[in-house]
C-alpha cells in the first residue's frame, strides 16, 4: 500500500477484556516494528519482526502481550485482558531492512486505545 | 542506566529565528541518529539521519550536528515558520545490542510564533 495503515484507529474497551491492533506495513517492507506511546511522552518500544520473525520481544510489557506477523505482510498486536494502563497509542512502523541500514521508517497514524 | 534526553520544555521562538533542539544520550554506542516530527494525534515523520561517522547533514532549512564525544546531537530549523510547530524526535540505533529497533526520546515541542 501507499502507507503504513492501522487498525482500529480508535478502540474504547471495558477493562479485562482483549483486544486485537492491526498493522498493514508498506508493500516489500521485511521490517515491522510496534511502539506505545503514552500521552505527552516519548515511544516506548515493544517488539520488530524481521520477516515472520520477532528477534527482540523484550519490550513487551508483559505476558498480556503478543505480536504475531504473516506472510512478511499483516501483523497484529494482541493485548489480553486490558488494564487501564494500556491506555495510549500503538504505533506500527516499517522499514525495507531492519535498523543497521539505516533506512527510512515510516510510521502509521496508530490505533488510540483507551481502556475504562 | 541508558538514557536519551531531549528538552522536555517546550521551546518558544519568533518566526525567522533558528531554532535549536537537543538530544543527549548515555550509555549508548549509537551507529547512527535519526530525528523525526511528530503533529499531535499523528505517527512521527522522518527527517534526518546521520551516522556515528558524520559530523554534519544538511536538508534544506534544517541542519544536524553529531558530536560522540559529548554524546549529543542537535538539531536546528534555520529561518523558522508557524508551521515548522510540532515535537521533534530524536532516535538512535544501538550498536552493542542485538536489537534493530530504533530507541527514541521523549521528543520537545517547539512553538514558532508568528
Known amino acids: 500500500g501507499a502507507g503504513v495503515s492501522q487498525s482500529p484507529s480508535n478502540k474504547v474497551t471495558e477493562k479485562g477484556k482483549d483486544v486485537e491492533l492491526r498493522c498493514d506495513p508498506i508493500?516489500?517492507?521485511?521490517?515491522l516494528y510496534w511502539y506505545r506511546q503514552r500521552l505527552g511522552q516519548g515511544l516506548e518500544f515493544l517488539i520488530y519482526?524481521?520477516?515472520?520473525?520477532?528477534?527482540?520481544k523484550s519490550g513487551l510489557p508483559s505476558d498480556r502481550f503478543s505480536a504475531e506477523r504473516t506472510g512478511e505482510s499483516v501483523s497484529t498486536l494482541t493485548i489480553q485482558r486490558t488494564q487501564q494502563e494500556d491506555s495510549a497509542v500503538y504505533l506500527c512502523?516499517?522499514?525495507?531492512?531492519?535498523?543497521?541500514?539505516?533506512?527510512?521508517?515510516?510510521f502509521g497514524e496508530g490505533s488510540w486505545l483507551t481502556v475504562v | 542506566s541508558q538514557k536519551i534526553e531531549q528538552n522536555s520544555e517546550a521551546l518558544n521562538i519568533q518566526e525567522g529565528k533558528t531554532a535549536t533542539l537537543t538530544c543527549n544520550y548515555t550509555?549508548?554506542?549509537?551507529?547512527?541518529l535519526q530525528w523525526y516530527r511528530q503533529d499531535p494525534g499523528r505517527g512521527p515523520v522522518f527527517l534526518l539521519l546521520?551516522?556515528?561517522?558524520?559530523k554534519e547533514k544538511r536538508k534544506e532549512r534544517l541542519k544536524v550536528t553529531f558530536d560522540t564525544t559529548l554524546k549529543q546531537s542537535l538539531f536546528h530549523i534555520t529561518a523558522s515558520q508557524p508551521a515548522d510547530s510540532a515535537t521533534y524526535l530524536c532516535?538512535?540505533?544501538?550498536?552493542?545490542?542485538?536489537?534493530?529497533?530504533?530507541?527514541f526520546g521523549s521528543g520537545t515541542r517547539l512553538q514558532v510564533q508568528p
Open positions: 508493500s516489500g517492507h521485511t521490517a
Open positions: 546521520i551516522r556515528e561517522n558524520e
Open positions: 550509555n549508548y554506542s549509537p551507529a547512527y
Open positions: 532516535a538512535l540505533l544501538e550498536l552493542d545490542t542485538g536489537r534493530r529497533a530504533l530507541t
Open positions: 519482526f524481521q520477516g515472520n520473525s520477532a528477534p527482540d
Open positions: 512502523a516499517s522499514s525495507l531492512l531492519t535498523g543497521i541500514a539505516g533506512n527510512t521508517i515510516y
